[in-house]
């Protein structure tokens, strides 16, 4: 008789990765308030841009200075509380935006935010390592990565309705209070896969289907930092996100300043943007583990998905010379498919380079250099501002494209210089 077949895993994994896809729509949500309302702020508190974007500057602050203390945290309290943690921290400092009516004042809720939020994208991406064989990963990476984009769909068509419904004070309430829902389940569902009651024996043993890890130890930050790997992630972070984190800052005064777009108009150019952008998350993930289920190895998958990403971001250099607002938008939603695509990719590097007890400390560190890269980006806005003028923002946003569209042929190149296998961390000798 014929062996009996081995029993099909179950899907449990997926809901765990839809918990972390709420987290991360949640997160950008509470991070888009303030873009959002950039312009309608500056006319209530008189700021030039200049000023708003000082005040963006403590978020990327406090963020930097977040991401590498709580990458650590998760891998030292886990998952479950970590996440938790972080969540309900910025939870109440997003809704604090509420009480200020100063620059002092805002710049706090930002810098508090930004600490807070530093906790989901290193748990994020542990709880997929928990969860996932590597061959799914950059799938399940591109999942939670889509709520980056879902969030930042929301957020243009929820804050505007709040703003004008309630005032600009809700907006950060409404937007801040759903994080206390998403806790509730969080709580009651998530355990690691050697505790939970739910998990099957076939799905458990899929999960971990991988080869042993070469390092079961946890590294140090001088360990973790004496690897090429670490810098091949530290390079591609800090270059890609300081292009991101400026588009989400930034955006909404390009388009207002070049289309004199306003707060009740900016729905529809932001839902393709970053419809866009979700598509090319998950399209991104799916490439590489598809890649890899048809014998491609792990360093030929992920490198193709990542170049071809970013050959979608190179035409967003001529967005500020557009006359078609349209065209402007088609050109930046590409740019932002790219970039999930790529940061989909990115981010399964950590999980297959660095056992499973180290990804939320090198995500954190790798996210450090990433806000110092957004930190650069918008001091280099705001001086250019101040330089140019008012009547200096499409040469402004010239320049700043040009570089955003460089940017990505340099994080590319640098993440393949220090890992150009990919290989799994040894320990330094």
């Keep these: 008789m014929p062996p009996d077949p081995a029993?099909?895993?179950?899907r449990f994994r997926w809901v765990i990765c839809a918990l972390i896809f709420f987290a991360i729509t949640i997160n950008y949500v509470d991070r888009l308030v303030f873009g959002i309302l950039a312009p309608e702020l500056q006319k209530i508190f008189g700021w030039s841009s200049a000023d708003y974007t000082g005040i963006a500057l403590w978020f990327e602050i406090a963020y930097a200075v977040g991401l590498t203390f709580f990458g650590r945290l998760l891998d030292w309290?886990?998952?479950?509380a970590g996440l938790a943690l972080?969540?309900?921290?910025?939870?109440?400092?997003?809704?604090?935006h509420a009480m200020m009516s100063t620059i002092a004042g805002f710049s706090f809720a930002r810098a508090l935010l930004g600490l807070s939020e530093a906790g989901g994208f290193p748990g994020a991406v542990k709880t997929v390592a928990e969860w996932f064989p590597k061959k799914e990963r950059a799938l399940a990476a591109g999942v939670f990565n889509a709520g980056a984009n879902v969030g930042a769909i929301v957020a243009p068509l929820a804050v505007p309705w709040l703003f004008l419904t309630y005032g600009w004070r809700w907006a950060f309430?409404?937007?801040?209070?759903?994080?206390?829902?998403w806790l509730v389940f969080w709580i009651w569902l998530y355990r690691t896969p050697d505790r939970h009651p739910r998990l099957s024996r076939a799905e458990y043993d899929y999960i971990h289907s991988d080869p042993p890890e070469p390092v079961n130890e946890r590294l140090t930050w001088r360990q973790l930092l004496a690897t090429r790997q670490a810098w091949s992630f530290i390079v591609g972070k800090?270059?890609?996100?300081?292009?991101?984190r400026w588009c989400l800052y930034m955006l909404p005064l390009f388009f207002s300043q070049t289309f004199q777009l306003d707060i009740r108009n900016f729905g529809a150019?932001?839902?393709v943007i970053y419809v866009m952008a979700d598509v090319g998350s998950l399209a991104g993930g799916w490439l590489s583990s598809h890649l890899i289920k048809r014998g491609w190895s792990v360093n030929a998958a992920r490198k193709t998905a990542m170049a071809i990403s970013v050959a979608g971001i190179m035409p967003v250099m001529a967005a500020p010379h557009m006359s078609n607002m349209w065209v402007a938008v088609f050109l930046v939603g590409c740019a932002t498919a790219g970039h999930?695509?790529?940061?989909?990719?990115?981010?399964?590097t950590v999980s297959d380079m660095f056992p499973k007890n180290t990804v939320a400390s090198i995500a954190g560190i790798g996210g450090t250099f990433g806000a110092l890269g957004a930190l650069g980006a918008l001091e280099i806005t705001r001086r250019l501002f101040e330089r140019m003028g008012p009547g200096g923002t499409t040469g402004v946003y010239s320049v700043l494209f040009i570089a955003a569209g460089f940017a990505y042929v340099g994080a590319l190149a640098g993440a393949h210089f220090f890992a150009p296998r990919l290989q799994p961390v040894a320990l330094p000798g």
Excluded: E, H, K
């Design 340 to 348: 999930q695509g790529w940061s989909s990719n990115l981010y399964t």
């Design 77 to 80: 309290i886990g998952s479950r």
């Design 269 to 271: 150019p932001f839902l």
């Design 238 to 244: 800090c270059l890609s996100d300081a292009v991101w």
């Design 86 to 96: 972080s969540l309900l921290g910025w939870s109440v400092a997003a809704m604090l």
């Design 7 to 10: 029993p099909r895993p179950g």
């Design 173 to 181: 309430i409404g937007t801040g209070a759903a994080g206390c829902v």
